[in-house]
């Protein structure tokens, strides 16, 4: 089993940045990759960026591309999402996930596990 913890939301104003934390305990050496998703209210849950664990390559939905940076800490076992520019529509709730089979997490049926969630708010 892997648990994962995510913190770092909060209420920001248009252009301003965050950096969400997702750290990972249990059976961390078995991960393959992470990623994170985010969930807008009346909307599907969907895929923002991911990391493969080992490897460190990344992928981003186009919507935050060269906005977005996912970055991981294998010694800390932590996850990261830095996010600049930030617009109203990234206000949602974001999620961290982790997979022991895929290394690219760009489908939520590829996470196994799942964070808590972190709510970001942009007000414009």
């Known amino acids: 089993q892997v648990q994962l913890v995510d913190s770092g939301g909060g209420l920001v104003q248009a252009g301003d940045s965050l950096r969400l934390s997702c750290a990972a305990s249990?059976?961390?050496?078995?991960?393959?990759?992470m990623g994170w998703f985010r969930q807008a209210p009346g909307k599907e849950r969907e895929f923002v960026a991911s990391?493969?664990?080992?490897?460190?390559?990344?992928y981003y939905a186009d919507s935050v591309k060269g906005r977005f940076t996912i970055s991981r800490d294998n010694e800390k076992t932590t996850m990261y999402l830095r996010m600049n520019s930030l617009k109203p529509e990234d206000t949602a709730v974001y999620y961290c996930?982790?997979?022991?089979?895929?290394?690219?997490?760009?489908?939520?049926?590829?996470?196994?596990?799942w964070g808590q969630g972190t709510q970001v708010t942009v007000s414009s």
């Open positions: 996930a982790a997979s022991r089979s895929y290394t690219n997490l760009n489908f939520r049926e590829r996470a196994g596990y």
């Open positions: 249990g059976r961390t050496f078995s991960i393959a990759g």
């Open positions: 990391v493969s664990w080992r490897g460190g390559s990344t």
